[in-house]
């Protein structure tokens, strides 16, 4: 890719493409720090905070914050302005069980992997997950650990359970970055990585049964003990299951 010398026009494979905006470098920069853990579920966005932060005016900060929106990573607050959406323990509840359901439906009927381009495709996710950890970008990192777990699910060849599965992105994301928040201080980026090449492994072996145990034991037993009790809003089912979890 090139830029022409006003920085005006950029070039990719040949063809002509507009630089980022403000408003799109803006929401690059939020999502980053929302999915990073540096701008935890329920915190306040102030305008005049961000707009310092990042080096832009209102107009393109309200546009990347509608954007966010969309994406349901912020909510609007009728008191409290904008702020990132809150996770309650009945929503970690949700997200995870569906998870959960939806990798093991995935890996039943896709492993062992007949499909060389789709295990590939895993191999290609780890790599920008590993590339990730290297440049030390959490935001990118978390986002780069979804797009394995997709990989993952997509073995199925299923592009039904492969949009239910994308439809949880930016929630599973939620989770992944407060799971990274409980994990920061025992577990850097690259063990992180190391985890889920583990688990690579174990799929290349073409055992399913193999490869729900390695699920099951994969990744969320810091972040039920040390994070969700910090959250409220559960429910006597998120608390049963919560309960049934830490028994085992």
Not at 34 to 52: F, H, M, N, Q, Y
Not at 208 to 237: I, Y
Request: net charge negative; with cysteine; proline share 5%.
């Amino acid at each position: 890719m090139t830029t022409s010398s006003a920085g005006a026009v950029q070039y990719e494979d040949g063809r002509i493409v507009a630089p980022p905006s403000m408003a799109d470098l803006a929401t690059q920069a939020l999502r980053a720090m929302i999915l990073s853990g540096e701008l935890p579920p329920g915190t306040r966005l102030v305008e005049a905070k961000l707009t310092e932060r990042l080096g832009v005016s209102r107009p393109p900060l309200r546009e990347a914050l509608q954007v966010l929106a969309f994406e349901g990573l912020v909510v609007p607050h009728p008191r409290r302005g904008v702020i990132v959406r809150p996770l309650t323990r009945h929503d970690v509840y949700e997200i995870i069980t569906l998870r959960e359901e939806l990798e093991a439906f995935a890996v039943r009927i896709g492993i062992p992997v007949r499909s060389p381009e789709r295990l590939q495709a895993c191999r290609n996710a780890l790599a920008a997950f590993e590339q990730a950890a290297l440049d030390g970008d959490e935001g990118v990192f978390t986002q780069r650990k979804y797009d394995f777990h997709q990989s993952i699910v997509a073995l199925a060849g299923h592009e039904r359970v492969t949009e239910a599965y994308r439809a949880l992105s930016l929630q599973m994301q939620l989770c992944m970055a407060l799971n990274r928040s409980a994990r920061r201080d025992g577990e850097s980026l690259l063990q992180n990585v190391e985890r889920h090449r583990d688990l690579l492994t174990i799929i290349e072996g073409g055992d399913p049964d193999a490869v729900l145990k390695a699920l099951a034991d994969h990744g969320h037993g810091s972040f039920l003990d040390e994070v969700v009790d910090q959250l409220d809003g559960g429910t006597p089912d998120s608390e049963r299951w919560l309960a049934e979890r830490r028994s085992r």
